[in-house]
């Protein structure tokens, strides 16, 4: 991607506690692979997923002018009438994969994997939800700030787009 808000990828997974399942639900900007929007459930109704994609707007306020494309799964929350009718009034294009295909939300998996891999094989197991929330709420700001990815530089997904920032105001400034 070439700048920040072009592509966003959606996707959750879900993790077993003490006392029954949790569901997270990650929204990716793909530019950076910054976690723009997130949400962690006990149920795994459309709301959820929602809620993660409400945050990602109201953070970053996006317009039909800017392109906006949203990248899900065929999973029946984010191919429901709410979730699509939200993207419209949002002024983001839908886009969903194909049955069966996993490469087509690569980016979204592989969000879940190192979720999964960082946080919850590693700290478990897990005696409830809001144990699985704090956890996620740290994760999601130490990934963000400061875990450092290779795909964009070997830094953190916000000084990418810190970066992509200053570069444009100098690009500004220079015109």
Known sequence: MPAPNMLWVSDFTYVATWK?????AF????YARKIVG???STSAQTGFVLDALEQAVHDRRPTKAMGLVHHSDRGSQYLSI?????LGEAGIEPSV???????DNALAETINGLFKAEVIHRRGPWRSFEAVEYATLEWVDWFNNRRLLEPIGNIPPAEAEANFSAALENEDMAA
Do not use: N, Q
């Not at 709410?82 to 939200?86: G, L, S």
């Not at 994969?97 to 490469?103: E, L, T």
């Open 20 to 24: 029954g399942f949790v569901y997270v």
């Open 97 to 103: 994969g194909s049955v069966g295909d996993s490469y």
């Open 82 to 86: 709410r979730y699509t009718e939200r």
């Open 38 to 40: 997130w949400r962690a």
């Open 27 to 30: 929204v990716v900007d793909a």
